[in-house]
């Protein structure tokens, strides 16, 4: 069977892929297509399906419905070793490489190339040079162990390996996250180089000026639907942004509480340190105001933020609330303080999926249900009204309020435990990654709610590696490093650029770089 497109220089043709997992449909009718000699940016807010769609074309997992075409033959990918064989390779955010090994052991890992019963070492160091010299890298020894390598390099290194298996097709899933500048500068050379080649590379970032500078083509993702496929050159990225979130930016995110320094302080972090993984940070939050508390991964921003509900041990330093010092050593005492926690993990540590709505919204606070102090005697009645209002503020969706959680979709989930909180009527409000894996129309629901409550003069912290909604939501920025909090940005002076340059302890000096 033919692929349906014409284009001669298109290689890939991925059409009408739809993924579903057990209560979740990630993809629908995915339409993705892409070219030889071409870098085509993959886009979409956090769980729109990019890496779901790019784990179906790397063999990872299999589609639900849908067809592969690769130069206009349809293809069954039901394994990695099958996408290999069609020259299709993945390199993963997530570094693979063994750190007692070699470099050119590394590359060919797996595959070793053997002379008799023996490992060939002196061939595969050989192969590996060709590979090398093919992605222009002289700066790597090949003979180095990859412990010894800057996270740079052992990207490098990742790509390397998957060059070696003489792709057609190049998947490179957020592979600058954790690059200074300087090194995503010398990552893109080598895609360059790549592209010379003919090589069709599909590149998954959250960076929009790197697309905007390096990516020739893009297609935007929206809650598992292709929205458009763009020419990068002729769209600006405000354009972009816009189709990720599918309306005006301006009515999606909140305008920002520009008064809020003289606001009252709220909460306050003296020199907090969080055993090894957080060194003394100092911050002030003030009523009314949403900071946005972001980082590379593992820059300690979760870990502070577990700090002050009670989760995190070996904790020093102080906490005010409201001018008062408090000890905070669990998540019962941070309630009774006025602070509540929602988790990236909410279906691991924020609810019980097989209980109800309202049992999930009000187990924290029966005790507001007794019929009286003298009567410990839930009446079910006001626990059902009570669940329901909150409910209804916070536009939970479900058929009733004795569903179980588990039927409900990802962003009801989320609002239930917002809705349970503010049954509690905190006023510190900790969000980690509040709209992970929850649709659009869900996070726009989330925003607003967040903007009111800072009406209301709740005091927020929302931690995101978004910086799209992190720019979005907060009135200031908090960017930490290696445990460290190392730069504030207010919301007039932030700028993703300037925000991802100090999460990598690299300076900005304010000019855009082109293409």
């Keep these: 069977m033919s692929v349906l497109n014409n284009d001669a220089s298109c290689i890939l043709e991925m059409k009408g892929i739809t993924k579903r997992f057990p209560g979740v449909l990630a993809l629908d009718e995915v339409n993705f297509q892409a070219k030889r000699g071409e870098i085509h940016a993959l886009l979409g807010q956090n769980g729109a399906g990019k890496s779901t769609l790019m784990k179906i074309l790397a063999g990872d997992y299999s589609m639900t419905d849908g067809e592969i075409f690769i130069d206009g033959e349809a293809v069954s990918l039901r394994n990695q070793r099958q996408a290999l064989n069609l020259n299709i390779a993945i390199v993963y955010q997530e570094i693979s490489l063994l750190s007692n090994l070699t470099v050119a052991e590394n590359i060919f890992l797996g595959r070793e190339i053997v002379n008799g019963i023996a490992i060939d070492n002196q061939k595969i160091m050989q192969e590996s040079e060709k590979v090398l010299d093919i992605l222009g890298i002289d700066h790597i020894s090949l003979d180095e162990k990859v412990s010894n390598l800057s996270l740079a390099q052992r990207q490098l290194v990742e790509i390397a390996r998957a060059i070696s298996y003489e792709p057609r097709i190049l998947i490179l899933d957020e592979p600058t996250a954790t690059l200074t500048p300087e090194d995503v500068e010398r990552m893109f050379r080598v895609l360059d180089r790549l592209k010379q080649q003919n090589i069709a590379i599909i590149y998954i970032s959250h960076r929009l000026k790197e697309i905007m500078n390096h990516c020739d083509r893009g297609t935007i993702l929206r809650n598992g639907r292709t929205v458009k496929t763009v020419e990068i050159e002729n769209t600006t990225e405000e354009e972009i942004i816009e189709l990720m979130i599918g309306q005006k930016k301006e009515n999606f995110f909140r305008a920002g509480n520009a008064d809020h320094e003289n606001a009252k302080v709220l909460l306050e972090v003296q020199n907090c340190v969080v055993g090894d993984r957080v060194r003394n940070v100092s911050f002030k939050l003030h009523r009314g105001e949403i900071i946005g508390l972001t980082g590379l991964l593992g820059a300690g921003q979760n870990e502070l933020t577990r ?111 917002l809705a349970r909180w503010l049954l509690q009527e905190p006023e510190v409000f900790l969000f980690i990654e509040p709209t992970r894996g929850i649709d659009v129309g869900a996070k726009a629901e989330i925003y607003r709610h967040l903007d009111q409550l800072s009406k209301q003069g709740k005091g927020i912290i929302v931690v995101s590696p978004d910086l799209i909604e992190i720019l979005g939501v907060a009135d200031r920025v908090l960017v930490m490093r290696e445990g460290e909090l190392v730069k504030t940005f207010a919301a007039a002076d932030a700028a993703e650029e300037k925000i991802l340059a100090a999460t990598q302890g690299t300076s900005y000096n304010g000019e855009e770089k082109t293409a």
């Design 307 to 417: 700090s002050l509900f009670g989760l995190a041990k070996d904790v020093k330093g102080k906490v005010l609330l409201n001018g008062r010092e408090v000890t905070i050593t669990s998540p019962l005492q941070a309630l009774e303080m006025g602070i509540c926690l929602l988790t990236e993990n909410r279906k691991e540590e924020g609810l019980f999926l097989d209980m109800s709505v309202k049992e999930n919204t009000t187990l924290p606070i029966l005790r507001k249900f007794w019929i009286s102090k003298e009567i410990p005697f839930i009446s079910l009645n006001n626990e059902e009204a009570a669940a329901k209002n909150v409910s209804e503020k916070v536009n939970v969706v479900t058929r009733s309020m004795s569903a179980k959680i588990r039927t409900l979709s990802g962003g009801n989930q989320q609002k239930v435990i």
